[in-house]
């Protein structure tokens, strides 16, 4: 059977599910180890990891986006019967670990692209009806030439650019919009799950809300443990 005939793979819903957990997880991590390495005097280098911080939510996002109806199923949401989850086909862009770099950055940008719609009621449709993916080619082409730039020395004619030549002026700004568009994401699947009938049946990351937090919102975060200061000793 030609490669371009092959059937499509698929999957249980709850390994879908682990396997959105375990990629979101991942690209916490991956915004964690940024801000570490920026406050370290390594921008160069934490640059790179807040883009690999978001092609790996995009690769989050193909899964979410074909297995959240199977997901969603068991909790008898929306007026509809409650039944047990089907299998998940595999998302085109999971079917293989090669997928194009700019790709993934390009879904990831038309997500973080309605993030000022999702908080504001003045900009909601923004949120709704995002721009074709074709309108992101060049800021993902840039997203990845970013990455490289913190990793690799590269010559150009006379210049040579060394990833220890960036600076950090805008760093900062950069891992707290990956961390928010995580964020993002994530209330995205509370919201989704909010008014099950069942409570037992809600599959929380909420563990994943606390971690990035103090990189999405430090200012909330930073209140809420002035308030409730021995809730980490517990």
């Known amino acids: ?11 249980t819903a709850d390994f879908a599910r682990r396997w959105w957990k375990f990629l979101m997880a991942n690209t916490v991590s991956l915004v964690e180890d940024a801000a570490l390495l920026a406050s370290h005097d390594s921008p160069g280098r ?3 990891l807040i883009v690999l911080a978001m092609e790996e939510l995009a ?3 193909w899964l979410y986006e074909t297995a959240e109806h199977e ?5 008898g949401l929306f007026g509809l019967e409650r039944r047990p989850a089907g299998d998940v086909t595999v998302p085109e862009g999971l079917s293989s670990t090669r997928r194009p770099h700019a790709e ?14 999702f ?6 449709m923004e949120y709704y009806e995002r721009p074709d993916l074709e309108t992101f080619t060049a800021t993902a082409k840039q997203r990845n030439l970013d990455k490289q730039a913190g990793f690799y020395v590269d010559r150009e004619g006379e210049s040579i650019n060394s990833p220890l030549a960036i600076t950090a002026d805008d760093i900062a700004n950069a891992i707290r919009r990956t961390a928010k568009v995580v964020q993002m994401h994530l209330i995205e699947d509370h919201t989704r799950q909010q008014d099950a009938r069942d ?8 563990d994943l809300h606390w971690a990035v937090m103090p990189y999405s919102d430090p200012e909330l ?8 200061p021995t809730d980490g000793d517990e």
């Open 1 to 11: 059977m030609a490669k371009s005939e092959k059937e499509s793979e698929t999957i």
């Open 46 to 48: 934490a640059q790179s």
């Open 59 to 61: 690769k989050a996002r």
């Open 71 to 75: 997901w969603t199923a068991p909790l």
């Open 104 to 117: 993934k950055l390009q879904v990831a940008e038309q997500f973080a692209s309605g993030l000022a719609g």
């Open 119 to 124: 908080w504001s009621l003045d900009r909601r």
């Open 199 to 206: 409570a037992s049946m809600i599959d929380s990351a909420e």
């Open 221 to 228: 975060f930073a209140d809420y443990v002035a308030r409730h």
